[in-house]
């Protein structure tokens, strides 16, 4: 119990320290969420530069089918089916989506929340649903939000909260 309660505060506090002690190999720059779970084998993901992973996002590392196997035949009693997780660079994976075994996502990616990764993803896409699909180029975000955009990275808490309620309020 112990060993569990130090896990979940290692965890909150250094989600990357912790994972990479776990053999997670993960690069420069990242963010990831306390409450995202690389499961139970983090040795098998690679995750790239400036790749933010948001609350609840999950990695799948093995396929559970292989259960049903074991019940059916003596000759899948220990068979298990794995597959490495590769994210590319400068992606954003979002809230309560799942990566599936053997995926990679390829560089300046956007992973929708609640979205099921279950083939490989190329580089500048945009994917959303389950499961999930490119709906769009990173290039075709910018360009449709090119007058959206709030600059507000270098303000306060409180000059942004002003921003965007005198902004959002009117």
């Known amino acids: 119990m112990i060993k569990g309660i130090l896990k979940a505060i290692i965890l909150r506090n250094n989600p990357i ?10 690069g420069t720059g990242c963010y990831i969420h ?24 999950s990695f799948i590392t093995h396929d559970g089918g292989t259960w049903v196997l074991r019940g059916l035949d003596e000759k899948f009693k220990n068979a298990d089916l794995f597959g490495k997780i590769k994210i590319g660079n400068n992606c954003h994976i979002g809230t309560d989506a ?3 075994p053997g995926v990679t996502i390829g560089d300046n990616c956007i992973i929708g929340c609640r979205a099921v990764v279950t083939k490989d993803i190329p580089d500048n896409s945009i994917v959303v649903g389950v499961p ?11 360009e449709q939000h090119k007058g959206d955009f709030d600059y ?4 306060s808490f409180e000059e942004k909260k002003k921003y965007l309620i005198e902004k959002y309020n009117k």
Do not use: C
Not at 38 to 57: K, W
């Open 17 to 26: 320290k912790f994972w990479k002690k776990n053999g997670a190999k993960i």
């Open 34 to 57: 306390g409450t995202a779970d690389l499961g139970s084998e983090p040795f098998l993901i690679t995750i790239g530069d400036h790749v933010r992973v948001n609350r609840g996002v």
């Open 98 to 100: 799942v990566i599936m």
């Open 132 to 142: 999930a699909r490119v709906i769009k180029t990173i290039q075709d975000y910018e």
């Open 152 to 155: 507000t990275k270098h303000l």
